[in-house]
């Protein structure tokens, strides 16, 4: 069992940043890939960006390709996603997510096992 809690949303104007950071604890962190969701109001959980278990390779969801950067300090048991040039439409619930299989780079929701409660963030037009 892995516990993940997501902390650092807040509300921001346009145009500036925010940076999310995931707490994990229970397994070996480093045995996970991890991923960033988000859910705005009345739409579906959707992939953000996703890093695997040693942070050497990433991938993001083409809406936030150049913008976000998700990152993780194995040390730590941490995994963070950096957002900057934040729109209106990034607005939402964020949660963070672990793989099992920790080579994967998974983009669907049931590719992670274990989620956290969530963190919201809303960009102010």
């Known amino acids: 069992q892995v516990r993940l809690v997501e902390s650092g949303g807040g509300l921001v104007q346009a145009g500036g940043s925010l940076r999310l950071s995931c707490a994990a604890s229970g397994r070996t962190f480093s045995d996970y890939a991890m991923g960033w969701f988000r859910q705005a109001p009345g739409k579906e959980r959707e992939f953000v960006a996703a890093i695997n278990f040693n942070g050497g390779r990433t991938y993001y969801a083409d809406s936030v390709q150049g ?10 048991n941490m995994a963070y996603l950096q957002m900057n040039s934040l729109k209106p439409e990034d607005t939402g619930v964020y949660f963070c997510a672990a793989d099992q299989t920790p080579y994967r780079l998974g983009g669907a929701r049931r590719e992670y096992d274990y989620w956290g409660q969530g963190t919201q963030v809303t960009v102010s037009s």
């Open 67 to 76: 913008r976000f950067t998700i990152s993780r300090d194995n040390a730590k």
